[in-house]
């Protein structure tokens, strides 16, 4: 019986562990590990590093499991670094394995040499490792596993030299469990308890935490025990409350002076899986309205270790939500009025920002999932397309472009994997379309459902809107011209049709919802700036 490799026992080992599924673009320093790739395993193909962590980190995010990519060596990890930090940001866990040269070689530094590989990828993994000896993979890839999931979640990194696949193995590592939720202190949940109990005017904060745990039903809940009021936190990757709910307040402004301006009134303020706060750009001011407190629920002591005010709590938000609707009377006050509907905007040629997403709102389909990258829009995005369901809103935490587009591929790939068939409708800006473009063929490849609305403005609008902020005139490069979506689309394997009216866009959609294959949908609009704050 021939001995088993590493190469071996590290498949069966993902085989074990439902991964199954490597996202990447394969390189020479990776090939002995792709070489037969098992019929039982599924190979995404990305045309560029960026565009595979993007899509894994959608696909892990809408399957909620880990994912593992595979990139190549020292460069193809730089490709993929701008996506890995988002992935950080997200706390999506990852699994990201990467080549090395021959290890006979490495004290030469060949060509495709990852020098200090456990280094490069640092501060946005949570652990970074190149085994010592070939028979180390299986036991490092468990370990990175189990770090991946452990709240909190995110991207770990394995660099694996080409020449270790084909070396005996030694006995495979036993599977175990790790945990990856924790419930909170009794004591600072109890003082928590009290606070909210004798609380005149509560006002409450979700953040993405609450989605990743599953834990919609209780914000809810806690929201009308407390008869509170509910707002997102600034800048959320994830949905973490219904916003067709009386409750809801709507997403909370992004800079410290307006913030705390939006919840003056409240005496306490507790925030649920979310970091305290996300700010950008700096307008000074009191962290907090006068005479408020605050309370934070978070997996993530880094998180409470850098909030600027308040008392922190470590516990997955949803069994802390949990416990709160527990030890809660219900208040004796009146809930809160619902807020106002937007006003239905003036339809122009091109269409305003608002009028498409009015639009977009009115045909949304109803378990619809949302995957978004337009900064210069997403205010009016916000205002007109409510998420009502879980799972159902998804975009870049980092704050850096080109994470929106492969996002959806793999949310696309997850929904047809796990059997939900949800449909996913991408809004990508026209400037934020061009950096990981060719996930479109990928998808085109797949023939995912996909759907890319593209408000098409000609320009960085939201970097246009920071100079008048910030008084900095005259910053180059701000104007887009010249591109062509529709060719660039089509090129790519993808149906298009461009937009230019509500009901051209009623229209387009109904057709792309039914298709077997990606439809990207440029629409043009109008060039007003997007106000910061």
Not at 271 to 300: E, I, K, M
Request: aromatic share 8%; net charge negative; charged share 15%.
């Amino acid at each position: 019986m021939a001995m088993a490799t590493v190469r071996d026992t590290t498949y069966d080992l993902l085989r074990d562990l439902g991964m199954t599924t490597v996202f990447g673009n394969p390189g020479s320093t990776e090939e002995p590990f792709l070489q037969e790739f098992p019929a039982d395993f599924h190979y995404v193909l990305a045309l560029h590093e960026a565009s595979a962590v993007g899509m894994a980190d959608g696909y892990a995010q809408a399957t909620g499991r880990p994912a593992h990519i595979n990139l190549h060596t020292a460069p193809g990890t730089g490709n993929g670094m701008g996506n890995l930090v988002t992935a950080w940001h997200n706390k999506t866990p990852l699994i990201v394995t990467a080549g090395q040269q021959t290890r006979e070689m490495l004290l030469l530094e060949p060509r495709l040499t990852n020098r200090r590989a456990a280094e490069l990828t640092q501060p946005y993994v949570k652990w970074a490792y190149e085994p010592v000896r070939a028979q180390d993979i299986p036991a490092a890839l468990l370990r990175a596993y189990a770090t991946a999931v452990q709240p909190p979640a995110g991207p770990v990194f394995l660099s694996l030299p080409l020449d270790d696949w084909a070396q005996p193995a030694d006995p495979p590592p036993p599977l175990r469990s790790v945990a990856t939720r924790y419930a909170p202190d009794p004591e600072q949940l109890g003082h928590f308890a009290a606070v909210l109990a004798a609380s005149r005017s509560p006002a409450l904060v979700f953040g993405a935490a609450v989605d990743r745990a599953d834990g919609w039903a209780l914000a809810t809940a806690l929201a009308e025990r407390l008869a509170a009021p509910a707002w997102s936190a600034p800048a959320p990757e994830r949905a973490g409350f219904p916003e067709d709910h009386s409750h809801y307040r709507g997403v909370l402004p992004f800079a410290i002076g307006p913030l705390a301006e939006a919840i003056k009134g409240h005496d306490t303020v507790l925030v649920v899986g979310a970091p305290v706060f996300r700010y950008y750009p700096y307008v000074p001011g009191s962290y907090l309205p006068d005479g408020a407190r605050l309370l934070h629920v978070t997996d993530d002591p880094d998180e409470a270790a850098r909030a600027p005010v308040g008392d922190s709590l470590l516990a997955d938000s949803a069994l802390a939500l949990a416990a709160l609707v527990d030890l809660l009377p219900a208040a004796d006050r009146p809930p809160p009025q619902p807020r106002p509907t937007p006003t239905p905007p003036e339809v122009t040629r091109p269409l305003s920002a608002d009028a498409l997403f009015a639009a977009l709102a009115r045909n949304w389909p109803q378990d619809g999932v949302l995957v978004q990258e337009t900064p210069s829009n997403l205010p009016a995005l916000r205002r007109h397309l409510r998420i009502t369901r879980p799972a159902s809103y998804f975009t870049m935490a980092s704050g850096g472009l080109g994470y929106g587009l492969p996002a959806a591929v793999g949310v696309a790939l997850a929904e047809r994997d796990t059997g939900r068939e949800r449909p996913v409708i991408a809004v990508i800006g026209d400037g934020s379309f061009h950096y990981s473009v060719q996930a479109l063929w990928t998808a085109a490849r797949l023939r995912l459902p996909l759907v890319v609305v593209v408000p098409v403005n000609q320009q960085y609008a939201i970097l246009k809107a920071f100079a008048e902020l910030k008084e900095t005139p005259g910053v180059p490069g701000l104007d887009l011209p010249g591109l062509d979506i529709t060719a660039v689309a089509g090129g790519y394997g993808c149906a298009t049709a461009v937009v230019e009216t509500p009901e051209q866009l009623a229209d387009a959609l109904a057709v792309a919802l039914r298709r077997d294959g990606p439809t990207v949908l440029p629409v043009p609009i109008t060039t007003d700036l997007p106000r910061i704050i």
